[in-house]
């Protein structure tokens, strides 16, 4: 099951795009899906797509793991797709029936669509890949760090993220743990109807909701021993530093929007 | 029902970078009725080797042949369950697998997975808690009201409670007092000689593996680095500790005399052995007791 997972996990290394500073790697992903929506005509696009290719070698990652990325959502593309396809109207009709139409316009747009989609997966799924999840919450953190003036917890949400982040291995491997241990008593998780599948859930969840519980406050002791009073004043051991790539890929990104607006029908 | 491992290979998240070999070209036999202990250093490959004696996991080549039942790669993930009635095991900290309101429940889970009427069950949870040493009056507890010894010995009852043939436990006595340690040993050594169940122990107690285990598995890297009887495996104290693990402390003390100038044809595993090697070598006056 633990190979299903791998989804958007963090591959190390130390490409181009490894080492950005993991806030202008966050900011810049936002910004790309903002200018996606700037492409609307084939050229636009195919700028997009090398642009995407380029990011995307850039990082030494093999293709294969990001059209894995696509595969869980390949459902919801193909739904959102095929209707473009079939209720757009315009240009050359080529067939019909009732409400539903097959045109000119309709292929071109799914198609559009289709683009889209694997675009903003491919360059998220770069993001993840390519930081490690403690980095992105670091940079959440220091890009939130400006709310501090309307009293927003930002420390806080920011230890949050950490902690959860940090503890999805670990809660992932307890599950593997006792799903093992109540398989070999006999319990068949995904199998049988929908009323035998949830009831096999709870001799899972409940061990897991009584470990986290415990885990939560052995956590808590540690960190009270280790003397952590809260977040006002601390100093961090990871410290982001932007460097000259960062300057580089924002220029990038500027370049980018420049040739988008030029080409844009 | 005897177990054999014909050339296993094992390697977690094949196909992806992570992926990483735990088991190496593994052939073993285990006799039935026989008590075999699994020894070697953390990461050695213990675990996911006895995660094969049930099918939680499928070796990714070779074969595994439990009783008349083959295990390959190819193996369909259903209708295992037979296997799984067959094959108990008991996991590392198995108290965190126990979920249900009561005791008696949690005992009963298992059996009744297997087919066992509620009224059966039920009656196999009481005698199980007695089995493994716990007052009746625990079995409308709630599992999480129990000491961590006790909830330990609730999850062991909870496996024994599918009448297996095989028991298997990974570290059973990890974090228990020696007390503890001594009471689910005794327990375990009880069912192998009274019941005649295949036991396969992972253990990091070297005084366990001298003291109950018929066969000793040494695993190294993935690979199975020796097998054979403890009192043979034991006689090679430098080689053992080459590899992080240890030899019976009573065997160690007797290596240390060797060093002296004693002589042991065989290094003794437990005190009583250790005593009769070194009667005839100590001087008489030193043995006779003083009357005077």
């Known amino acids: ?265 | 029902m005897d177990i054999t491992f014909k050339d296993v290979d094992y390697t977690y998240q094949a196909g992806t970078p992570f992926e990483s070999q735990a088991l190496h070209d593994i052939n073993l036999t285990i006799a039935d009725h026989s008590f075999t202990a699994i020894i070697g250093h953390t990461g050695s490959g213990k675990s996911t080797l006895v995660q094969h004696l049930n099918a939680l996991l499928k070796p990714t080549s070779g074969t595994v042949t439990i009783g008349e039942r083959k295990i390959t790669p190819e193996t369909n993930n259903k209708h295992l369950k037979p296997l799984r009635q067959k094959v108990g095991m008991v996991f590392q900290f198995p108290e965190s697998q126990l979920f249900e309101e009561t005791v008696a429940k949690d005992i009963a889970f298992g059996p009744m997975n297997f087919g066992m009427s509620a009224e059966d069950a039920a009656k196999k949870a009481a005698e199980m808690l007695n089995l493994v040493g716990l007052p009746a009056d625990l079995l409308e507890r709630s599992p999480f009201d129990l000491s961590g010894g006790q909830m330990r010995r609730v999850a062991i009852a909870g496996v024994l409670a599918m009448t297996p043939e095989v028991l298997v436990l990974d570290e059973p006595t990890a974090g228990l007092d020696p007390a503890g340690r001594r009471e689910i040993m005794g327990m375990v050594t009880q069912l192998h000689e009274k019941q005649h169940l295949t036991v396969i122990l992972i253990t990091h107690h070297m005084e366990d593996v001298a003291s109950y285990a018929d066969h000793v598995v040494v695993m190294e890297h993935g690979t199975i680095a020796k097998v054979g009887k403890p009192s043979d495996v034991f006689q090679d104290v430098a080689w053992l500790q080459e590899r992080q693990l240890g030899v019976p402390e009573t065997t160690e003390f007797a290596a240390r005399l060797q060093k002296q100038g004693f002589h042991f044809d065989r290094l003794p595993l437990t005190e009583v052995e250790l005593a009769a090697a070194l009667l005839p070598q100590l001087p008489r006056e030193a043995v006779q007791p003083h009357d005077e």
């Not at chain 1, 190979?3 to 806030?23: A, E, T």
């Not at chain 1, 290719?53 to 739904?79: D, N, Q």
């Not at chain 1, 953190?141 to 009293?151: F, G, S, T």
């Open chain 1, 1 to 265: 099951m633990m190979n299903k997972l791998l989804l958007g996990r963090f591959i190390p290394g130390h490409s181009l795009v490894h080492r950005l500073d993991p806030r202008s790697k966050l900011l810049l992903s936002f910004y790309y899906i903002g200018i996606i929506f700037l492409a609307n005509n084939w050229q636009t696009y195919l700028v997009l797509f090398l642009f995407t290719i380029l990011a995307v070698r850039l990082s030494e990652i093999k293709m294969s793991f990001f059209i894995r990325g696509v595969r869980p959502l390949i459902w919801l593309i193909l739904f959102t797709v095929l209707l473009q396809v079939f209720f757009t109207r315009g240009g050359t009709t080529y067939w019909s029936w009732g409400p539903i139409v097959l045109s000119q316009f309709g292929i071109v747009n799914g198609i559009y669509i289709f683009m889209r989609f694997v675009l903003i997966i491919f360059m998220s799924t770069l993001l993840t890949l390519t930081t490690p999840p403690l980095s992105l919450a670091d940079a959440i953190e220091a890009i939130l760090k400006p709310l501090r003036v309307v009293h927003f917890p930002v420390y806080e949400v920011a230890l949050m993220l950490s902690i959860a982040l940090r503890f999805v291995p670990t809660l992932m491997d307890e599950t593997e743990k006792i799903m093992n241990a109540q398989r070999a008593r006999g319990v068949d998780f995904g199998e049988g109807n929908l009323f035998q599948q949830m009831r096999a859930v709870v001799p899972l969840l409940i061990p897991l909701f009584v470990s986290s519980f415990n885990r939560a406050e052995d956590l808590a002791t540690a960190m009270e021993a280790r003397g952590y009073q809260g977040g006002e004043g601390r100093s961090k051991y990871r410290v982001l530093v932007w460097h000259a790539i960062d300057s580089w890929s924002v220029v990038g990104f500027a370049i980018l929007t420049v040739i988008l607006i030029w080409l844009r029908a």
